[in-house]
């Protein structure tokens, strides 16, 4: 099993930062792929980066050039930098761990809010 805690959320301005953190624990394989979700109420969960064990990453095309996803695999971290943060940005952020052998794993999310 793989336990996921998301940290880092929190209310913003526009315009504004965050940092969001997740650190993943348990039986960790070492080839996987890390990723952030989001969901906002009344919407599906949607990718928004991942990355992969390789450092190969993906963006939604919504955060492309506001967003870097990264990660420290030697501590089982990801990282989400969320800068120009947008109010359709609110939404609660889930990291996601899969790896091909084993169910996808979530975390339990994160809040974030973005104010106009």
């Known amino acids: 099993q793989v336990q996921l805690v998301e940290s880092g959320g929190g209310l913003v301005q526009a315009g504004g930062s965050l940092r969001l953190s997740c650190a993943a624990s348990?039986?960790?394989?070492?080839?996987?792929?890390m990723g952030w979700y989001r969901q906002a109420p009344g919407k599906q969960r949607e990718l928004v980066a991942e990355?992969?064990?390789?450092?190969?990453?993906t963006y939604a095309d919504s955060v492309k050039g506001r967003f870097t996803i990264s990660r420290d695999s030697a501590k089982n971290m990801a990282y989400l930098q969320m800068n120009s943060l947008k109010p359709e940005d609110t939404a609660v952020y889930y990291c996601?761990?899969?790896?091909?052998?084993?169910?996808?794993?979530w975390g339990q999310g994160t809040q974030v809010t973005v104010s106009s």
């Open positions: 990355i992969t064990s390789a450092g190969t990453t």
């Open positions: 996601n761990y899969r790896h091909w052998a084993i169910p996808e794993y």
């Open positions: 348990g039986s960790i394989f070492r080839l996987n792929t």
